[in-house]
T-cell receptor
Framework: ELKVEQNPLFLSMQEGKNYTIYCNYS?????LYWYRQDPGKSLESLFV?????AVKQEGRLMASLDTKARLSTLHITAAVHDLSATYFC?????????????FGKGTSLLVTP | NAGVTQTPKFQVLKTGQSMTLQCAQD?????MYWYRQDPGMGLRLIYY???????DKGEVPNGYNVSRLNKREFSLRLESAAPSQTSVYFC???????????FGPGTRLTVL
């Protein structure tokens, strides 16, 4: 059974600080997704990482993938309040019906002044 | 393009009632998915479909049925709703040559 573990599950950080969210998974996969969800809203795609060593950046967020370690990280640089949300990582597993996503439980991020 | 749409947005059912959640996408995507989201559980895959006429079970299929009516539409049916099916349901789709799953706005279902 595939397990996707995120940590921390809850994170309160001050504006201007840096922090990293970790996503570990238990089976071989070369597809790792990061999504953002605001309260009461749907999921917004942030990054799709498709190979070992992949690194993508958008604004204050940077995601990386190490398939050998089965680890992805989401790094937050100089946090601002607008980044407050829940962040999910998801591992893509190929099947006859396409890639099914297995999600972590999410990291609830609160950025405070 | 509307992307992925879901109806209804909210629904309250009594135990034992049935209902169908509708999902449609206008992006010409091949694969479509149904997830449920419960507090502290992340999203869990219920069923998915690679193309019209094909469906596969996900992690939590019990109590649900699906129909891939055509390329655009993928419906989720609860035949006899139970309180344990109280959840937020998301539909998603992805194209053959894209890597991102696009999610609909969700249906918030309460079973009393």
């Amino acid at each position: 059974e595939l397990k996707v573990e995120q940590n921390p599950l809850f994170l309160s950080m001050q504006e201007g600080k840096n922090y990293t969210i970790y996503c570990n998974y238990s089976t071989t996969s070369d597809r790792l997704y990061w999504y953002r969800q605001d309260p009461g809203k749907s999921l917004e795609s942030l990054f799709v990482l498709l190979s070992n060593g992949a690194v993508k950046q958008e604004g204050r967020l940077m995601a990386s993938l190490d398939t050998k370690a089965r680890l992805s990280t989401l790094h937050i640089t100089a946090a601002v309040h607008d980044l407050s949300a829940t962040y999910f990582c998801a591992v893509g597993i190929d099947s006859n019906s396409g890639y099914a996503l297995n999600f972590g439980k999410g990291t609830s991020l609160l950025v405070t002044p | 393009n509307a992307g992925v749409t879901q109806t209804p947005k909210f629904q309250v059912l009594k135990t034992g009632q049935s209902m169908t959640l509708q999902c449609a996408q206008d992006m010409n995507h091949n694969s479509m998915y149904w997830y449920r989201q419960d507090p502290g559980m992340g999203l869990r895959l219920i069923y998915y479909s690679a193309s019209e006429g094909t469906t596969d079970k996900g992690e939590v299929p019990n109590g649900y049925n699906v129909s891939r009516l055509n390329k655009r539409e993928f419906s989720l049916r609860l035949e006899s709703a139970a309180p344990s099916q109280t959840s937020v349901y998301f539909c998603a789709s992805v194209g053959r040559h894209t890597d991102t799953q696009y999610f609909g706005p969700g249906t918030r279902l309460t079973v009393l």
